[in-house]
């Protein structure tokens, strides 16, 4: 990568993916510039896969200094950056991109650190390590979710995925600790769990609900979805109505944008009830 131009001006960033226009960030990041009163800018850009490297090798030159990056391009990123950290490695995946002063661009993947910061801050006394955690899907999210709950402590991680070779793929790569059940066994999955973790796309508006009998279910456990539109999907319904505490999946997304928040534009943003508010409207 050629060097970047000397930044004079207001520093830019913004959020890469095709489709793009869907996206929440830009209104989130605008919140935290207007709330904090920095001098910036966050935009859409819509980039189509094949114009991706040409995409990364300019907008450096064009004062950004960093990304956000999306679907389709979680995973290309990683091939194109001049450097990546272990955690964006081992998950296979990018959605934060750092433009260095020299031009050479930094991948990091910030997921994890969002869905636990999420898990954090609304149920401050769970528990991670109080027993086993069941994750339903081995999507691109899913493995960022299984990469922190083993971070975190969790003593045994299950997980049980439609196609079933995905969630193999997943054991294979993150060790001993995982436990693969099949997607017909899901309701014995969640017997003991004490984390349980809707990441799949299913419970989605226009998407089929997540249907998983949930009576073998502790009221004891702590049962969130990745999800968030609605925030109030069917499976956090249900798992409300057994006693269980639940937490959507919105904080998440405010979390995870923090980190590069702060990098690109100085400055730890807070993540709060006017914050869901602003992304929410
Ligand atoms: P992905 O890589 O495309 O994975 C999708 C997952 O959903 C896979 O496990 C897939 O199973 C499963 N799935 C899709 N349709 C299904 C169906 N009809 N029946 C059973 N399983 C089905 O997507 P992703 O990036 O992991 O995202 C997953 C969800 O998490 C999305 O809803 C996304 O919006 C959400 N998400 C939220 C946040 C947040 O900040 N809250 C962050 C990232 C993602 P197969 O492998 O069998 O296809």
Redesign the pocket.
């Given at each position: 990568m050629s060097a970047a131009v000397p930044i004079r001006h207001a520093p830019l960033a913004g959020v890469i993916g095709m489709p793009i226009a869907h996206s929440r960030s830009p209104r989130l990041h605008g919140h935290w510039l207007r709330r904090y009163g920095l001098p910036g800018h966050y935009v859409p850009i819509p980039v189509l896969p094949e114009h991706l490297a040409e995409v990364l090798r300019v907008l450096p030159q064009a004062g950004f200094v960093g990304l956000n990056v999306t679907?389709p391009h979680?995973e290309a990123v990683l091939t194109l950056a001049d450097t990546v950290t272990d955690r964006a490695a081992l998950i296979g995946a990018a959605n934060t991109l750092i433009f260095r002063p020299d031009g050479k661009v930094h991948a990091d993947n910030t997921?994890g650190y969002?869905?636990i910061a999420?898990l954090r801050q609304n149920a401050p006394d769970w528990q991670p390590e109080a027993g086993p955690a069941a994750i339903?899907?081995?999507?691109?999210?899913?493995?960022?979710v299984v990469a922190s709950l083993l971070d975190s402590g969790v003593p045994e991680l299950r997980i049980a995925?439609?196609?079933r070779l995905?969630a193999e793929q997943i054991k294979a790569e993150f060790g001993a600790r995982l436990v693969v059940y099949e997607?017909a066994q899901l309701g014995n999955m969640l017997d003991g769990a004490a984390t349980v973790v809707n990441?799949?796309?299913?419970g989605?508006e226009g998407?089929?609900p997540?249907r998983v009998p949930l009576d073998a279910l502790s009221p004891d456990a702590l049962v969130t979805d990745?999800?968030?539109?609605p925030l109030m999907t069917p499976l956090l319904t249900e798992a409300q109505q057994r006693g269980c505490r639940i937490v959507d999946?919105?904080?998440?997304?405010l979390h995870?944008a923090a980190p590069g928040f702060e990098r690109w534009f100085g400055h730890r943003p807070e993540v709060d009830d006017e914050t869901r508010q602003v992304v929410l409207e």
């Open positions: 679907i979680k997921d969002g869905f999420n339903i899907g081995a999507g691109g999210a899913a493995r960022a995925n439609r196609t995905r997607w990441a799949t796309s299913l989605m998407k089929q997540l990745l999800v968030y539109t999946g919105l904080g998440m997304l995870q």
